[in-house]
């Protein structure tokens, strides 16, 4: 059993490498009864430095199980991950999760400077980093504020400001707006968009909302039913900077959405025919034959 996720640092060689480069990557899971279930199969995948990602698939494709091995949390079975050109003192990625993911016992203002704090930055650049991104989200007056007197859209915004300003090589996003009502998850869209047009990251999303996939990125990648692989890219051709609700009312949109869900059809059925597979009882007579 192999796992190897490599960072290389940025050299005159290595300037039209993909900022990720995924080959050949396998992650099987073993289960009860000694089943094994294979989750990614020989999955290959170039990140551009600066595209923004974004990944749709019928649920239990292996979507989060990618990010999570991208990340360092899951290992591979087989396969590599190489992430390009870091520079020295960066973390590799940072991380925001579908559900509550800032410490409870600090203000926002420290959730928002861990990152920085455990790198041994300075107190300036704390203040100055910390507080450019609080400002961009929203945040300013509630720095002091904890987790637990914040609507979960405000969390959300704590961790979205956490992770840039941690300043990672990639920013790893799975399903960030999925709790939020329909209100607020656009208006963080629309926030995360105005962020991002910053500093262009290298951002891996993931989602199951193709109209969220459609306005926040530059290529989306549809995967197909466990096992999990790449089975089409689409380009995104709307020009940055984007208006969340204007681009919505676009013709072009529209049609971007239907091919993304005609793609999606397929795997969606399949997926449902697995997991009700799988729930079917063992059917037996009277009499074990």
Not at 55 to 62: D, E, K, L, R, T
Not at 118 to 131: C, H, L, M, Q, W
Not at 163 to 182: G, K, Q, R, T, Y
Request: net charge negative; with cysteine.
């Amino acid at each position: 059993m192999s796992n190897t996720i490599a960072s290389t640092s940025t050299t005159a060689s290595a300037t039209d490498e993909p900022k990720i480069k995924i080959r050949g990557l396998d992650k099987r899971f073993d289960v009860s009864g000694g089943h094994v279930v294979t989750a990614l199969e020989s999955f290959d995948l170039d990140v551009p430095q600066g595209q923004f990602l974004t990944i749709v698939g019928p649920s239990g494709c292996g979507k989060t199980t990618l990010l999570r091995m991208l990340a360092g949390l899951e290992a591979a079975t087989s396969g590599t991950i190489e992430v390009n050109g870091g520079t020295a003192g960066r973390p590799e990625n940072s991380m925001v999760f579908q559900g509550d993911s800032i410490f409870p016992w600090m203000s926002v203002w420290d959730n928002a400077a861990y990152g920085l704090a455990v790198r041994g930055a300075s107190r300036s650049e704390i203040k100055d980093t910390v507080g450019h991104y609080l400002d961009a989200t929203g945040l300013t007056k509630f720095a002091d504020a904890y987790p637990h007197q914040l609507s979960g859209g405000m969390r959300q915004r704590v961790s979205i400001a956490r992770a840039f300003a941690n300043d990672p090589e990639i920013l790893l996003m799975d399903e960030p707006f999925s709790a939020l009502d329909e209100q607020n998850k656009t208006l963080l869209q629309a926030e995360l968009l105005r962020i991002w047009d910053e500093s262009r990251k290298t951002v891996v999303f993931i989602t199951h909302s193709v109209d969220e996939a459609v306005t926040l990125s530059d290529r989306i990648m549809v995967m197909s039913a466990q096992p999990g692989t790449a089975k089409a890219f689409i380009d995104v051709p709307f020009e940055r900077p984007r208006d969340v609700l204007e681009l919505r009312h676009r013709p072009e949109y529209g049609a971007i959405v239907y091919d993304i869900w005609q793609q999606l059809r397929e795997e969606v059925e399949r997926a449902k025919q697995q997991a009700e597979a799988k729930k079917a009882p063992t059917r037996r007579g009277l009499f074990r034959r």
